[in-house]
């Protein structure tokens, strides 16, 4: 466990503690515990997942609302629109059904991994967190509280409460790709997302980005522009389309180049996933 250890089941009480200053927030652990190399978390942790009002998926005139503990698992086995759908495939390869169990939407973002699974699906449905404190509550879209690899607009005393989908995002169909050494259990060295709208055969709307490649992931509005008004064609995305606003990065994993070309391709093969299934809705 930890040398201090607070679980609260109220909001209230939890941002009091994180008022006080000094605590480490804990939402699931599946990063944090492999992190610290040891058997015990060091210093004083503020375990979030015991507020319910923390956890679940709500609906309103103003889009959907996941609650920062909400797992992967409660992802999977909700009844979501058909734009989500990319989101629930990233759910199935974050790890196995312990982490899945265990790990939270709220945890994978601000761990802010450039290889965080939820966060392309999450950018393609123009996603925005909603951060409290004693202070008040404030939200960011979700580009702009990823601030690089493992730092985020989290200020001190905050946390996130909740990821908000706006109605206007909730329309088409969602997709969603990765790449690894392996075919599961891995860390990605490129993963795609899409989400795309058809009217008589023709793009309505697409959002597409890329994660794993650079310092954060990406939406590409090149790439989209060149989808919109045409009949879907895959081939209509370029990698110098991708390449160009993803500043790949090279590690043990992949260099740089090959990076920018598996994307590319990543790509287009999640656009083709979309081919007879996205809808006009």
């Not at 009217?199 to 794993?212: I, Q």
């Not at 160009?244 to 996933?273: F, N, V």
Request: hydrophobic share 50%; with cysteine; charged share 20%.
């Amino acid at each position: 466990m930890s040398a201090t250890y607070h679980r609260p089941e109220e909001l209230r009480t939890a941002l009091e503690l994180l008022a006080q200053g000094g605590l480490k927030i804990a939402a699931g652990c599946t990063d944090l515990f492999p992190a610290t190399e040891a058997k015990i978390l060091p210093g004083k942790v503020l375990d979030i997942t015991g507020i319910a009002a923390l956890r679940g998926i709500s609906a309103g005139p103003e889009g959907l609302r996941i609650g920062a503990a909400t797992t992967w698992t409660d992802l999977l086995r909700a009844d979501l629109p058909p734009a989500l759908a990319g989101l629930q495939l990233a759910a199935r390869e974050v790890g196995g059904r312990q982490i899945q169990n265990r790990g939270t939407l709220a945890g994978n973002l601000c761990n802010a991994s450039p290889a965080a699974d939820g966060v392309p699906p999450l950018l393609t449905l123009d996603a925005r967190v909603e951060l409290q404190s004693l202070a008040g509550q404030r939200s960011l879209p979700l580009s702009d509280f990823l601030l690089g690899p493992r730092q985020t607009a989290l200020a001190e005393g905050e946390l996130v409460r909740a990821i908000l989908l706006p109605a206007a995002a909730l329309g088409g169909q969602g997709a969603f790709r990765k790449l690894g050494a392996r075919r599961y259990l891995v860390i990605s060295i490129a993963m795609c997302a899409a989400r795309l709208r058809l009217e008589e055969g023709r793009v309505a709307e697409a959002a597409l980005a890329v994660g794993a490649c650079g310092p954060v992931a990406t939406r590409l509005p090149e790439a989209e522009a060149a989808l919109i008004g045409q009949p879907l064609d895959p081939n209509r995305i370029t990698d110098a389309m991708v390449a160009a606003p993803l500043a790949p990065i090279g590690d043990m994993r992949a260099d740089a180049p090959y990076r920018a070309g598996a994307a590319a391709e990543l790509l287009r093969r999640t656009l083709a996933d979309l081919a007879p299934s996205a809808v006009a809705a």
